[in-house]
């Protein structure tokens, strides 16, 4: 008998899957508000799902982690206070606190319990967690924002799910407009915002709701994630004020002392080159209604 498991997470509108070989199940838990699996699998180290979904796996988290951090934070002329909505592996925490420009790293994560098995089956993810500089909040992301007084980030990551359940409100034009409003002058936000290939729709939607609360410029970064549905992602950056064309990592100054695996300035430039279908849809005026 053929006892190889594997774990597959099947994208069911796009009749496409992706699948990974695993060698066993590690963890397993009802959370409050979602299901929680850790597999070992045989090539991709350690597997997180998230309600079936693949959240990070050892081997490829880091493209993304350093594509939703790096860009925005090399952005901002002086990145002091970051705020990190969702996050709860702390992959992005972890890039974040890489530039020590930050003072303050406080992450808002629904639910406490994606962090504490992530401490335990990720502590790579979780080595900055005793950073004197970041603080935790195990609290609703959207709330949070609409308590924050004006003014009171230089760059808001949103490092959430897709958008069905509770992270749909994170792709919603009054979460945008909070985050428009808590950010500082020059503030920048940046959150993930899916694939280029399946949902394009989900793309515009997110540019079209940037631009209507009042943001001066929007670009996508797109980049490789192999676990991810069509395995091609993006994120998306809003500057408040500004044109999101300084990339501080230009100035080796500002660059050398920072490692990363995937980020470099040049991918962060070339990274903001679209395919022709991409932009086009990204120009389209939205319908007068
Ligand atoms: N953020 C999840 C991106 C969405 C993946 N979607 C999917 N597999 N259907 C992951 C959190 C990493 N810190």
């Known amino acids: 008998m053929d006892s190889t498991q594997w774990f597959t997470e099947e994208w069911a509108e796009q009749g496409s899957a992706i699948s990974l070989k695993t060698v066993q199940i590690l963890h397993s838990e009802q959370s409050p508000f979602q299901r929680i699996d850790i597999w070992e699998t045989e090539t991709f180290g ?23 951090s790096h860009p925005a934070l090399y952005a901002h002329e002086n990145p002091q206070s970051v705020l990190i909505i969702g996050g709860g592996d702390c992959g992005t925490l972890r890039e974040v606190l890489r530039h020590k420009e930050v003072q303050h790293a406080v992450q808002v994560e629904l639910d406490e319990r994606v962090t504490r098995v992530a401490e335990i089956y990720f502590p790579e993810l979780c080595a900055s967690n005793h950073d004197p500089r970041a603080r935790f909040h195990f609290l609703d992301g959207i709330q949070w924002l609409k308590d924050a007084p004006d003014e009171s980030y230089d760059v808001i990551l949103i490092d959430s799910t897709d958008p069905v359940g509770p992270a749909e409100g994170l792709f919603a034009e009054e979460f945008y407009a909070q985050c428009h409003r808590a950010l500082r002058v020059g503030g920048v936000l940046a959150g993930q915002t899916e694939s280029p290939l399946f949902h394009l729709p989900i793309l515009q939607r997110v540019h079209r709701s940037l631009k209507a609360v009042g943001f001066a410029a929007i670009k996508t970064l797109q980049f490789p994630q192999c676990t991810y549905p069509s395995g091609w992602w993006s994120v998306t950056m809003a500057q408040k004020s500004g044109d999101l064309q300084l990339i501080r990592s230009e100035n080796p100054a500002h660059w050398n002392d920072i490692e990363t695996r995937y980020y470099t300035p040049e991918i962060h430039r070339a990274a903001m080159a679209l395919p022709r279908y991409v932009t086009r849809v990204l120009a389209e005026q939205p319908p007068t209604t």
């Open 46 to 68: 350690t597997l997180m799902t998230l309600d079936g979904l693949v959240m990070v796996t050892s081997r490829d988290n880091f493209i993304y982690h350093e594509m939703l």
